[in-house]
């Protein structure tokens, strides 16, 4: 939901996955930090909330129809989709790309509006998150086949329950 347009809403807890329904009679469970995955859990929002900052596709249009598209939205049988968020400047713009399903999507091609480097900025599935380590080494190269109504595109190994943020590499 951080790469969603819109305000973004964080509970009481859900920073580190807190487990049971938020008390006002009682203290968040942060004894629950002492777990890996709740660890792993805060360092995910940690990030995504610096991303969210530091990225300007990521808060300038939020409420205006030019900061989202779609790349993919219709894949149902591999429950994947896929956007993009842009800022001020068209040619700033970072990619999402979520997988639904427990399953590893190696070669998964996906549309991007330029040529290039693409880093990946976050992974979700990354093991200091709690995950399985599986992505893309840090980031892919766009090829010219067209995908998606774009004249280029990346081949990237989709993690499973996971998403990928993906930015142009340009320096």
């Keep these: 939901m951080f790469g969603h347009p819109g305000k973004k809403l964080n509970f009481m807890g859900g920073e580190f996955g807190q487990t049971r329904e938020w008390n006002h009679d009682v203290s968040l469970d942060w004894h629950l930090l002492e777990f890996p995955d709740h660890k792993g859990m805060q360092q995910l929002v940690r990030d995504l ?4 900052r530091s990225e300007p596709s990521l808060h300038e249009l939020d ?22 968020r842009r800022s ?9 790309v979520l997988n639904f399903t427990p399953v590893v999507r190696p070669f998964y091609r996906l549309g991007v509006p330029e040529a290039g480097r693409y880093r990946e900025l976050i992974n ?37 329950l996971a998403c990928l943020v993906l930015k142009p590499d340009r320096g």
């Excluded at 409420?63 to 993009?84: A, K, L, Q």
């Excluded at 893309?136 to 995908?147: F, K, M, R, T």
Aim: a negative charge.
């Design 63 to 84: 409420v205006r129809p030019e900061g989202f598209s779609w790349i993919d939205c219709n894949d149902h049988e591999g429950s994947v989709v896929s956007f993009v």
């Design 124 to 160: 979700t599935d990354a093991e200091v998150y709690g995950g399985s380590n599986v992505g893309n080494q840090g980031g892919v190269e766009a090829e010219d086949v067209q995908q998606h109504g774009y004249e280029h595109s990346v081949s990237v190994v989709l993690p499973p």
């Design 88 to 96: 001020n400047d068209p040619a700033d713009f970072t990619l999402f």
């Design 49 to 52: 909330n610096r991303l969210y």
